[in-house]
T-cell receptor, first 108, second 114 residues
Framework: SQQGEEDPQALSIQEGENATMNCSYK?????LQWYRQNSGRGLVHLIL?????REKHSGRLRVTLDTSKKSSSLLITASRAADTASYFC????????FGTGTRLKVLA | DVKVTQSSRYLVKRTGEKVFLECVQD?????MFWYRQDPGLGLRLIYF???????EKGDIPEGYSVSREKKERFSLILESASTNQTSMYLC?????????????FGPGTRLTVL
């Protein structure tokens, strides 16, 4: 199975609400990254959190990392219709390993 | 801005054809990667390269080969295309200390093998 497993697989919320996505992984990591993919396009890097960090913020994004539980969460606050996309976590030791993604739909 | 380009957005080939997918990056990145993306399976690493003329197998290299003759260009080759290679192919690059840095992705090539 994938190193990174996102949960839920799909999420549908109203504009203005917060969206939370989770990622679990299996092995030790150097860092964990979150990417966004708009439909049929390439991935865009959102945020990177290193293994010795617990929380990181970037604009409306908040990422947490719990290495003891081998899990991370991505929170998008005050969501917008433009946030509709698939979100992937990627863990890295000597190479990147991507999860299967969470499909987020933000309804206007 | 970093730019990663891929030679085609859509490609249709026949079974048994030799297929070349080209990827070019303009930021002098040492590291380049080829992934395929399939529904329910996420991104799977096919091959990666840390330097010119160097290549390493990823998780699913069977049926594929790569070429990196110049730093900015990383080519994925399907020696004899098969229908199970129908997929979205994504190229990415990253600076040195690759796994400590973000990856920059191209727009993807959607390949259909008939």
């Amino acid at each position: 199975s994938q190193q990174g497993e996102e949960d839920p697989q799909a999420l549908s919320i109203q504009e203005g609400e917060n969206a939370t996505m989770n990622c679990s992984y299996k092995t030790s990591i150097n860092n964990l990254q979150w990417y966004r993919q708009n439909s049929g396009r390439g991935l865009v890097h959102l945020i990177l959190i290193r293994s010795n960090e617990r929380e990181k913020h970037s604009g409306r994004l908040r990422v947490t990392l719990d290495t003891s539980k081998k899990s991370s969460s991505l929170l998008i606050t005050a969501s917008r219709a433009a946030d509709t996309a698939s979100y992937f976590c990627a863990t890295s030791d000597y190479k990147y390993i991507f999860g299967t993604g969470t499909r987020l739909k933000v309804l206007a | 801005d970093v730019k990663v380009t891929q030679s085609s957005r859509y490609l249709v080939k026949r079974t048994g054809e030799k297929v070349f997918l080209e990827c070019v990056q303009d930021m002098d990145h040492e590291n380049m990667f080829w992934y395929r993306q399939d529904p329910g399976l996420g991104l799977r690493l096919i091959y990666f390269s840390y330097d010119v003329k160097m290549k390493e197998k990823g998780d699913i290299p069977e049926g594929y080969s790569v070429s990196r003759e110049k730093k900015e260009r990383f080519s994925l080759i399907l020696e004899s295309a098969s229908t199970n290679q129908t997929s979205m192919y994504l190229c990415a690059s990253s600076p040195p200390d690759g796994t400590y840095n973000e990856q920059f992705f191209g727009p993807g090539t959607r390949l259909t093998v008939l």
